[in-house]
């Protein structure tokens, strides 16, 4: 759809969202696709339900039932004492049914055929977490997480700590980085009129300003001269600007700033 609305055929993405969940996917568009990973590591917020006492294959509302267990047990004392434990940093396993590859293959792939699946745990942060409402079974919460996370491994996760298994019911993705899901336009309003400046993907990099001469050079790929000491670590990239556009992003090597990613044409 939106290639058909933007003319454009380069059009890449910030992360996709599961079937089942709803909210903010990021579109990058043209020459800002060589952009995205600059925005890889941005952290993630979402609402959504946990509901407790099932659990599923699938780690969510879709899958096929597998166990379930008793809630009515679990003091608001208890809740709240395993939902304090997964702030912050912990090791998350991604679910069977998930895009991580198994030698060279989609886990889901596999998991799809009957084949068991074991993917290997990865460091995760959980930046926000907190129960805005408790309607046992369902648990209505907010939640800002690191790149790479799944909230499906955090709903089964939680339910695992509290003993009675849980699956992720509901989800939708409130923002992405400093973009957020009120300034987003629906899929069929999409227009080139609606598309963010893609400078907005490296805001978070340092800034050099190129005089006239030095842009010549950087749209076409030449080192230019670098105004500061050379750094230690010279992968550090430096988004070079002229005046409000972006040009590119550079890496410093030794006295030179080398553009790595040009998005500005001649």
Do not use: N
Request: proline residues 7%.
């Amino acid at each position: 759809m939106a290639r058909r609305a933007l003319g454009e055929e380069r059009i890449g993405h910030l992360g996709t969202l599961d079937p089942f969940a709803k909210g903010l996917l990021v579109l990058v568009v043209g020459r800002a696709t060589r952009l995205a990973p600059f925005a890889a590591e941005w952290p993630k917020s979402y609402e959504g339900v946990m509901r407790l006492g099932v659990t599923t294959d699938t780690d969510d509302l879709t899958g096929k039932v597998v166990a379930t267990a008793p809630w009515t047990a679990i003091t608001p004392g208890q809740l709240a004492d395993v939902i304090a434990r997964f702030r912050g940093g912990y090791a998350q396993t991604p679910p069977a049914y998930s895009a991580v590859k198994v030698a060279g293959e989609r886990a889901y792939r596999r998991a799809r055929r009957g084949e068991e699946v074991a993917l290997e745990p990865r460091a995760v942060e959980i930046r926000q977490l907190e129960i805005i409402e408790a309607a046992v079974p369902d648990l209505q919460f907010r939640a800002t997480v690191s790149a790479g996370t799944y909230l499906r491994s955090l709903a089964r996760d939680i339910g695992a700590a509290l003993g009675c298994g849980a699956h992720l019911a509901a989800l939708r993705r409130t923002a992405v980085g400093p973009l957020r899901l009120e300034d987003a336009v629906a899929p069929d309003q999409v227009t080139a009129g609606a598309l963010r400046d893609a400078a907005v993907l490296v805001a978070h990099l340092p800034r050099r300003e190129v005089d006239p001469k030095e842009r010549d050079a950087v749209v076409h790929g030449r080192p230019i001269p670098s105004t500061s000491a050379p750094i230690a670590d010279s992968r550090q990239p430096i988004a070079l600007f002229a005046g409000d556009e972006l040009l590119a992003v550079a890496e410093q090597s030794g006295d030179l700033l080398k553009p790595r990613v040009v998005v500005a044409e001649d």
